[in-house]
């Protein structure tokens, strides 16, 4: 039984691996809405967490990194150097290894964070509903936070020299892109989520 259940985890975590990757190489992964793409990636990532745990959350946030560098590294635009190391910085010659760091810590954050959230608040008595929907409006805006902060603090000046705005506005276009662009994805991520994770884990309480 216990070999059988290892099996059933790992053919679990191929799906999950299988549809961020479909995600990353389709249009319906990246929507472009200015100064950031907006994601549905972190969907999955986030259902895995709620399901599988922060461990398990981690690795597929990682495979949500890796398929960002990856993609930026194939496919590379005017900002792409904040998150390949390959892709030269704007006005320089080689990348920087921050742009690693920006592709792969926030996107495994938000394997961890969402985990941790669900795993407090049903622990706190919260229905999983409402439990899956916060930790799916959590994880989703963190990512957001984290890559935009990362971008201002690693990769300022290069970025508004790429993007043609003033460094001095460059933290206010920051702030609007999380309060904005930002929270739009983390609801809607709440709302993907949570109705996801219900039907998921009622699905997986009725099989037990």
Not at 130 to 137: N, P, Q
């Amino acid at each position: 039984m216990v070999k059988n259940q290892k099996t059933s985890d790992m053919v679990k975590m191929a799906l999950f691996v299988a549809l961020i990757i479909l995600l990353s190489v389709t249009p319906l992964g990246y929507i472009p809405l200015g100064a950031i793409n907006a994601t549905t990636i972190q969907m999955p990532v986030i259902i895995g967490a709620v399901l599988f745990g922060w461990k398990k959350g981690a690795v597929l946030g990682g495979v949500f990194g890796l398929t960002s560098l990856i993609k930026n590294t194939l496919q590379p635009n005017l900002t792409s150097f904040v998150f390949s190391p390959f892709v030269p910085v704007f006005g320089e010659e080689s990348g920087s290894f921050w742009a690693i760091i920006i592709s792969l810590v926030p996107r495994i954050m938000i394997g961890v964070s969402a985990a941790l959230v669900f795993a407090l608040l049903t622990k706190l008595k919260f229905n999983k509903t409402l439990s899956s929907a916060i930790a799916g409006f959590c994880g989703s805006l963190i990512n957001t936070v984290l890559v935009m902060g990362g971008i201002w603090l690693f990769f300022g000046e290069s970025y508004s020299a790429a993007k043609d705005i003033a460094y001095n506005t460059l933290l206010a276009t920051v702030s609007a892109t999380i309060t904005g662009a930002g929270i739009t994805e983390a609801i809607v991520s709440a709302v993907v989520c949570g109705t996801v994770c219900t039907a998921l884990i009622k699905y997986t309480e009725r099989k037990s």
